[in-house]
């Protein structure tokens, strides 16, 4: 059975199930270089059904995930196009008239509708009622896929957004039996949390809520600390380990008297009316900081709590995360140290990305009964196409300032990086999601801090507070990370304690402030090319991790061609790069 999974809402995707089994999925950002794209993913769903080998004739059940989707931020896409000055401007025009004033405002007074190609919204201008949008819209998106794939509308299955994240961490991760499955993010279908049980085959939703607010308020702090929403949240995260305890202690206090645990729901002390202006006005005079760190410490504590909840409710003691909340790698770190939690699991792409990918599994487990095998690696995107490298290079006039040597091998890819170059990695297929793993990635000696800072300065354009991560070989971890309960790392979604020998080694890919790490374990099985490279610098260093952040700009997709990835070394002070066996080398 042949099943075509799309996600057209934020950081839309695609992804194709053949006889249970994930054969390739796809993010349209990396085709359109449009960062968060959302809408339609035509060049993904392209994309999957060529690598898969299938025409349209062959698909057996289109999975749309979201029964769902919010209708004016499709519409204007918001995710897509939306600015920090955009953000700010929509909580002062629409946001507060609306939850602070009770007054009804026309978001379209404000920000326009785009141009789009594939959904026609021309029913916001007729229909005056918004809570017929939702089926307006889906009915256009039910148009668009009969349209585009030729397919019948019965063939067409939307899956609920909590059981899309659900079935996707579930269904990626080694566990069956009695598997707790907790899902968080900002909202999705009605809710913005859910527990689930994973047994065999099975996932059986259990209790969903709309109340845990977690999410929605690191969001709306995300802006007020003046970063993107639904973008730079991680960089908040980041902050946090710089935070003192004198620093945190006020906007604490102002967070804990709020939103609380309630069993395996959740309640509010004090309500805010808002999660933007309410708290604005009572953290006045906090540091950045401390707003950060007290932020991050809260939502640690009170997912602590639900996961112990609900593990004690349900007895479980392997536990499965999904949603946006799972991208929150610290809080990760935090349920993975709990005593009630035996086994853990995060997949690499937790956020709204992973939607194609859940609700192709969940339609793929409803209509058959063969079992799910969890894909042994993420690497489910595009291979790189070197047919056109000449014509490339040419156009880019690389040549002019770089070497290029045919046929590289691995040792000299290692050398370079054991003498401090800093050496991008395009080769293979693609990864999925938002975590690089070697095939499109940036890599250095971790070893040396001066690394850090020219990726920071002179590659990346990164904030200076944000952490890098390291690739460690899965063998050599226990040199480096405090793992106790021996969980697996393949995917950088859990962050560890590390070791006074990583704190050596290791350095440029701790977190400056706290030396926590967020390691992918590298093993020979999932990526042996990339096992090799570390192989051949551990014998010339001692070493047996690499410096790793992904192949990419600041502010753009990871690279996805040939094009792609020159455009990316020549824009930056990038040493090296090697595409597929192509090394190009800088000029001194």
Known sequence: MNILGINEGHMCSAALIRDNTLIVAACEERFTRNKNQQGYPKNAIDFCLEMGGLSLTDIDYVATASLELPVIFEATKRYQKFSIDDYVKENEVYWKPKLLKNVEVDYFEFFKVEENEYYDFSFLKDEKNPQKWFELFRKQRIKNIVKRLGISEDKIIFVDHHRGHASYGYYMSPYRKNVLILTADAWGDGCNCSISIGDGNNVIMKFKSPNNNLARLYRNMTLYLGMKPNEHEYKVMGLASYATEYQMRKPYKIFKETLQNDGIDFSYAIKPHDNYYWFKERLEGCRFDGIAGALQKYVEEVMSNWVKAAMTKFNCDTLVMSGGLALNIKIN????????????????????????????????????????????????????????????????????????????????????????????????????????????????????????????????????????????????AEDYIINPKNLEAPFMTIAFESTDLARKELIGGLHPSDFTVRPQFVTAEKNQEYYDLIKNFERLTGIGGLLNTSLNLHGEPIVGTVKDALHTLVESDLDAMIIENKLLVRKK
């Open 333 to 476: 770190k935090v349920i993975s140290e709990l005593p009630e939690v035996k086994k853990f699991f995060v997949a690499g792409g937790g956020g709204d990305e992973s939607q194609s990918i859940g609700a192709a599994l969940y339609v793929a487990m409803k209509y058959t009964n063969n079992t799910i095998e969890p894909p042994l690696h993420d690497y489910h995107g595009p291979h790189i196409d070197i047919v056109n490298f000449e014509k490339e290079i040419a156009s880019f006039n690389i040549k002019e300032n770089f070497f290029i040597k045919e046929n590289a091998t691995i040792k000299e890819m290692a050398e370079l990086l054991a003498n401090d170059q800093i050496v991008a990695r395009c080769t293979g297929r693609s990864e999925f999601g938002p975590r690089a793993l070697g095939n499109r990635s940036i890599l250095a000696n971790p070893s040396n801090p001066q690394n850090v800072r020219k990726i920071n300065n002179q590659i990346k354009y990164r904030d200076f507070w944000m952490p890098f991560t390291p690739s460690i070989l899965r063998e050599r």
